[in-house]
């Protein structure tokens, strides 16, 4: 059997911890449960120690985000195959045997996700993940059975295994080899489209990502950092921008960033037609970070080796346009084209 190693990377998450690490413990018998402490200053550890003390625990030194946290939890985890388990996701029995089959049966495979569905609505899709991860090529992220904002319900139509663009970091099944090949995640990211950046990666040296609707979970959302957090606006606007100059072809890397420039000030539009100025300041910085990045990313460009053209196949309409032009808010109403 190979060496599977679930670790959950917390951060002031005790009550989380409480409430679903017994469920993990129970369904998961045969593999070893870690949790990375990411310098928490709450009492997660004490009481993890008096309550589970045969857990067990790293604690990091200091807070490194979602990237370097399971980037240094990882070096010190001997095992074949690991999953990055969020601390507010409730698993489900069986669900961690057909990735593993999965994983076992392809080493193209580098990793899989479970199907995602909400913890507070059972009945539906949850928004970090759901049946897998697309990508537009504009760079936006999107996902079957959830579209910005639209969450499907599950009706079994996602029962299915596939290749996808990107898998969730929520739940990530990530082959162990395959993680150190590439040198793990990009720790500029500090957390929120790291995964992406990852999976594109993993695709552009030829291993593949996959769904796997044999397994699920349910996930709880903005468990360390809510969504309306600014600070999760500014991570998300300047990490994407940094995902794309990294891994888009030369030819068409600025003319992408400059329609993202546009659609990120129209975008700021709406958050001041919502007076929600926190974020439109946070979409500012969030560019002006990147900027300050471009000289760095250069330099490592041209350092590497040239590599050949790249066949990573993103999403060739915008969806944006499809959900907010053309009100196709679900994955199936969707033009079935391209990558998809």
Request: charge should be positive; proline fraction near 5%; hydrophobic fraction near 40%.
């Amino acid at each position: 059997m190979p060496h599977v190693a679930i670790v959950i990377l917390n951060y002031n998450g005790r009550k989380y911890l409480e409430q679903f690490l017994p469920a993990v413990l129970t369904h998961s018998a045969g593999h070893s449960v870690w949790v990375a402490d990411n310098a928490s200053t709450d009492d997660s550890l004490p009481w993890l120690h008096a309550h589970f003390p045969e857990v067990p625990t790293l604690r990091l030194t200091q807070n490194k985000g979602y990237a370097g946290g399971y980037n240094e939890a990882l070096r010190a985890i001997p095992a074949d195959y690991y999953v990055l388990l969020n601390s507010d996701v409730e698993i489900t029995p069986g669900w961690v045997e057909p990735v593993v089959a999965l994983l076992e049966a392809d080493r193209r495979i580098a990793a899989c996700q479970p199907k995602v569905l909400a913890y507070h609505q059972r009945t539906h899709f949850e928004y970090a993940g759901a049946a897998g991860g697309y990508l537009d090529y504009l760079g936006y992220p999107f996902c079957r059975g959830r579209i910005f904002d639209t969450c499907e319900q599950d009706l079994g139509q996602y029962n299915d295994v596939r290749s996808v663009f990107w898998a969730t970091g929520a739940c990530l099944f990530v082959r162990a080899s395959a993680f150190q090949e590439v040198g793990g995640f990009d720790e500029r990211f500090f957390a929120h489209m790291e995964e992406i950046d990852l999976c594109w990666r993993w695709q552009r040296a030829g291993l593949r990502i996959m769904y796997c609707g044999q397994s699920t979970v349910y996930h709880v959302g903005g468990g360390t950092l809510h969504k309306s957090n600014p600070r999760k606006t500014f991570l998300n606007y300047r990490n994407n921008l940094l995902m794309l100059y990294k891994n888009l072809p030369a030819r068409r890397r600025w003319a992408t960033l400059l329609a993202r420039l546009v659609l990120d000030g129209l975008s700021s539009v709406r958050f001041m037609m919502a007076g929600a100025w926190p974020d439109v300041l946070a979409i500012l910085k969030a560019h002006s970070a990147f900027y300050g990045l471009v000289g760095a990313l250069h330099k490592e460009e041209k350092a590497r080796p040239k590599a050949g053209p790249s066949s990573v196949a993103l999403y060739p309409r915008s969806v944006v346009w499809e959900y907010f032009g053309k009100g196709r808010k679900t994955f199936p109403k969707l033009p079935q084209s391209g990558a998809l």
